[in-house]
């Protein structure tokens, strides 16, 4: 019996071992395989117990006592005996030496199968420690795949949503460039119109000019209605006592006259200060040329009627 055998193994081993070869109808001998398969042990215990177990069902060689044959022991049955017991110590002693040497044989062939059993073993060990590595690896090539679709997918998203962006970029940049020719065509308007507007502002000017040429004029008209009124005033000196209440209507015209020039005078300064106003002081001024004159034609329409009435006054009392 093997002593490095637990008696639990070699029991079980056992009994598989006589199950397997009975249902074979006792014709073929169990393997250590399927022993341990049925006895749920591992390969070293498997091998041993299969050892012992086929060593009981063979049969042992054992010295065998065969009797003297008849002829012989008549013929000289002390002296055969004796030759027959040492035929057979020979004989038995060769079977012993023989049985030995099996026995040897068999004992380094048992250590050769528990050298063989104790590498498959390790080998086996191996092999569930590489297939373990393998599910590791497997689960960690599995998880990579599955972050690295999930990095794909997210860059995929983000190349989407660029996309997206482009597209829009792209539209905005259209409508910036529609919008940048329509800003063109607007300036070149607002050009056309700044232009027009300048010639408006120099048709202004022009008109400006005019007005201060008229307005000059009649100044220089109202001057010499200045001169005239008072060369009348100088004639009428003699008889300023009768004509005082002609001479006071009289002031009081050239004052107002005075006051319209002076409002005059203002309005062409306020219109040389405000360029914006500067056709309505045009026109003001036109219009204001025009009173001028008006009153200046009244003034000398007065004085004529006055000297009129003086020179028939004075023929009068004369």
């Keep these: ?21 009975e249902e074979s109808g006792r014709q073929t001998m169990p393997t250590v395989d399927q022993v341990r ?97 393998i599910e590791a690896l497997e689960r960690e090539a599995r998880e990579t795949a599955a972050i690295a679709a999930a990095e794909l997918q997210k860059l995929r998203d983000e190349l989407a949503q ?33 232009d027009r507007a300048h010639a408006d502002v120099d048709q202004v000017r022009a008109e400006l000019s005019r007005a201060h040429a008229d307005v000059d004029q009649a100044r220089g008209e109202l001057k010499r209605a200045a001169a005239d009124a008072e060369g009348l005033r100088n004639e009428l000196a003699a008889a300023k006592a009768k004509v005082d209440a002609a001479e006071q209507a009289h002031q009081e015209h050239r004052k107002e006259a005075a006051k319209e020039a002076q409002r005059w005078a203002d309005k062409v300064l306020a219109a040389q200060k405000s360029h914006d106003a500067i056709a309505k002081e045009a026109a003001a001024a036109r219009e204001s040329a025009a009173r001028l004159s008006g009153q200046l034609e009244a003034v000398q329409a007065q004085n004529t009627a006055l000297m009129e009435t003086l020179r028939g006054k004075v023929g009068g009392n004369g």
């Design 37 to 133: 398969r049925l006895a749920k042990v591992d390969m070293h215990a498997a091998t041993a117990a299969m050892r012992e177990w086929r060593r009981q069902q063979t049969a042992q060689a054992a010295p065998i006592a065969v009797a003297v044959p008849e002829v012989v022991a008549k013929a000289n049955e002390l002296a055969v005996a004796q030759l027959w017991t040492q035929a057979q110590e020979l004989a038995n002693q060769s079977l012993r030496e023989a049985q030995s040497a099996w026995d040897a044989e068999r004992t380094e062939l048992d250590q050769m199968r528990v050298e063989l059993s104790d590498a498959f073993e390790a080998q086996a060990a191996e092999l569930e420690l590489a297939k373990s590595r």
């Design 1 to 21: 019996m093997n002593p490095s055998l637990s008696l639990d193994a070699r029991e079980r081993v056992f009994a598989a071992a006589s199950q397997i070869f």
């Design 162 to 194: 660029v996309r997206a962006e482009l597209g829009v970029a792209t539209t905005r940049a259209e409508r910036a460039e529609a919008t940048s020719a329509e800003l063109e065509h607007r300036v070149a308007d607002l050009r056309a119109e700044l």
